[in-house]
């Protein structure tokens, strides 16, 4: 075998050299472009999205305050010294003007009105006998068996006889009267809600024994600010949750004519229907309804609290979220209006629900609903800048 000539050796390295430069030409500028291309930023979090929706809200106002008995009447004792016999109602009964609501021990009362009973006979019969007297004076005074100084004392004693028998009779009303308040009485209709009779203890004048709700009428005092004392007018409906959760109906009945000079708040009287559900005493939390406006509204969730601040996020180009600031109004069910801040949100705009308590200002992020994200990410054309080169004339 023929060993290669000095020629063809320097052929094939000449060959070999040019072949390594093409690759690593090749390979180099692969590298290079590798090396051009950004790399995608890593997905923090998926997340769900949602649309702001515009919809008809009421208006209200907002306010607290306590339930309380439209008028509570005071039962007590007109007699004292007397034993409390008997007590028919507790508290919680329902009761009638004029029932009996209890009854004291009558018989030293029931002795003294017999005895002014016999007075009155007592009187009637002076009476009738000073009348027989005068009538016979008068007959004879011009005879002049009797002086005019006698007919005048059967004149007087007739008219004394007739004051005795007066004040016998008023005395006998007296007795009759302290006889009827032996029996403790309801003076209107409602319901009992204070108990302290007690059978068999003796009562002082003037004590306290029953309270009662009138006509079984309960209202809301509402504590309302000066400044939105105006907005309220009698008539309007208001929504009351009491402290057990419970929704109530009520109507304003009247406007306190005054404000405290210390909070700078008057009180609204709010008519609540029969009690049920509220109980005086109660706290509530009532809305004044005011009209309705259009309200730009949210899902809750998609509202995120920091520092003391309310903020959402968008979702823009390339996937990354944009933190706005907002300030809220009202809230309905789970949605919540966005009061100010709405200028730069609009219902086309898509903005993260589910996650967001997460996310920071420019987070990437994976939509876990794609199909529903139907916002078109196109970049901005720009219109094309006018040229001053010289139009080129043909």
Do not use: C
Not at 175 to 195: C, E, H, M, N, Y
Not at 272 to 286: I, S, V, Y
């Amino acid at each position: 075998m023929k060993k290669p000539s000095f020629k063809q050796i320097a052929i094939v390295a000449v060959i070999v050299v040019i072949g390594s430069g093409a690759f690593w030409g090749i390979t180099g500028n692969h590298a290079k472009s590798v090396d051009k291309e950004p790399a995608k930023p890593k997905a923090s979090l998926t997340v769900t999205t949602t649309k702001a929706q515009s919809v008809d809200w009421p208006l209200s106002l907002s306010a607290n305050g306590s339930i309380a008995a439209w008028q509570e009447a005071v039962v007590g004792s007109e007699l004292g010294g007397l034993l409390l016999a008997e007590v028919r109602v507790n508290v919680g009964d329902i009761v009638k003007r004029g029932q009996v609501l209890a009854r004291f021990t009558n018989e030293s009362v029931a002795a003294q009105v017999a005895q002014q009973k016999a007075a009155v006979e007592e009187a009637r019969a002076a009476l009738s006998e000073a009348d027989a007297n005068a009538e016979r004076a008068r007959t004879l005074v011009n005879s002049g068996a009797l002086s005019g100084q006698q007919t005048t004392q059967y004149e007087v004693a007739e008219r004394s006889a007739k004051a005795r028998l007066l004040s016998a009779q008023a005395s006998l009303e007296m007795q009759q009267i302290r006889l009827r308040q032996t029996q403790v009485i309801a003076p209107d209709d409602g319901v009992i809600s204070s108990r302290t009779a007690t059978v068999g203890a003796v009562a002082s004048q003037g004590q306290e024994l029953f309270k009662l709700i009138r006509q079984n009428r309960l209202e809301w005092r509402a504590e309302v600010n000066a400044t939105d004392l105006l907005q309220i007018k009698v008539g309007q409906a208001v929504k009351l949750r009491v402290t057990n959760g419970v929704m109530v109906d009520g109507k304003v009945r009247m406007i306190a004519p005054t404000v405290d000079p210390l909070t700078r708040n008057a009180l609204v009287y709010v008519d609540l229907p029969a009690p049920g559900n509220a109980h005086a005493g109660m706290f509530g939390t009532g809305q004044f309804l005011l009209g309705h406006a259009e309200a730009l509204t949210l899902p809750q969730s998609s509202v995120v609290m920091r520092d003391g601040f309310s903020y959402v996020y968008q979702l823009g180009k390339d996937d990354k979220v944009i933190q706005t600031k907002v300030t809220l109004g009202r809230r309905v069910g789970e949605r919540i209006e966005v009061a100010s801040g709405a200028d730069g949100i609009t219902p086309a705009m898509i903005l993260i629900e589910k996650g967001a308590g997460f996310l920071a200002d420019g987070d990437t992020v994976r939509v876990s609903n794609p199909a529903e994200v139907t916002q078109i990410r196109k970049p901005a054309v720009k219109p094309a800048a006018a040229s001053n080169a010289p139009l080129a004339l043909k």
